[in-house]
């Protein structure tokens, strides 16, 4: 079956560093990719979508490429902020089935 | 537009007992779906309703049932209550057939507890 697989973490960044969090996924076909983020104490809001191979979705200043090679969806942002400090999830969907399959989640922590 | 609202937003009971937890979909949107979020376990597909069917179930067992309604909006209930049930439990919504974008809108959740 689908699975996504992502570093749990707990990642801990000083203000302004480069992020990475790692995702890769096991599908058939050709799913669309997308990051959530969950704040403290909210649901789960979408941070950015890809739905075919290369492409890029940014949003806030984060990006991830879908890499189809490779199935790997990596989450990046060059200068993050103590406001970026939240879990976030990768997941896949395959068009028309289901919902989303989730990574069980990066808890990202920026230090001032 | 609202989004997807939940109820309610804590919930507190003891083992043995039933939970009842409503979901009302973003408007225009006929697919509901629930996730368990556990403490370490990250987010478990629970149950999809379309139409007012159920589409599909994941790996729980049958004391998690649910319906949808005419509305589109959505019930989730959960029977003989275990501690391990104690969860966030999220309702996200989205349209069906060529609306789909696939995109899910979550609700904030329904924190149950169980004691």
């Known amino acids: 079956g689908d699975s996504v697989t992502q570093m749990e973490g707990p990642v801990t960044l000083s203000e302004e560093a480069f992020l990475t969090i790692n995702c890769t996924y096991t599908a058939t076909g050709y799913p669309s990719l997308f990051w959530y983020v969950q704040y403290p104490g909210e649901g789960l809001q979408l941070l950015l979508k890809a739905t075919k191979a290369d492409d890029k979705g940014s949003n806030k200043g984060f990006e991830a490429t879908y890499r189809k090679e490779t199935t790997s969806f990596h989450l990046e942002k060059g200068s993050v902020q103590v406001s970026d400090s939240a879990v976030y999830f990768c997941?896949?969907?395959?068009?028309?089935?289901?919902?989303?399959?989730f990574g069980k989640g990066t808890h990202l922590i920026i230090q001032p | 537009e609202a989004g997807v609202t939940q109820s309610p937003t804590h919930l507190i009971k003891t083992r043995g007992q039933q939970a009842t937890l409503r979901c009302s979909p973003i408007?225009?949107?006929?697919?509901v779906y629930w996730y368990q979020q556990a403490l370490g376990l990250g987010l478990q597909f629970l149950l999809w309703?379309?139409?007012?069917?159920?589409?599909n179930r994941g790996n729980f067992p049958p004391r998690f049932s649910g319906r949808q309604f005419p509305n589109y909006s959505s019930e989730l209930n959960v029977n003989a209550l275990e501690l391990e049930d104690s969860a966030l439990y999220l309702c996200?919504?989205?349209?069906?057939?060529?609306?789909?974008?696939?995109?899910?809108?979550f609700g904030e959740g329904s924190r149950l507890t169980v004691l």
């Open positions: 997941a896949l969907r395959r068009g028309g089935a289901d919902g989303l399959t």
């Open positions: 996200a919504s989205s349209p069906f057939g060529g609306a789909d974008t696939g995109e899910l809108f």
């Open positions: 309703y379309d139409e007012g069917e159920e589409r």
């Open positions: 408007s225009g949107h006929t697919s």
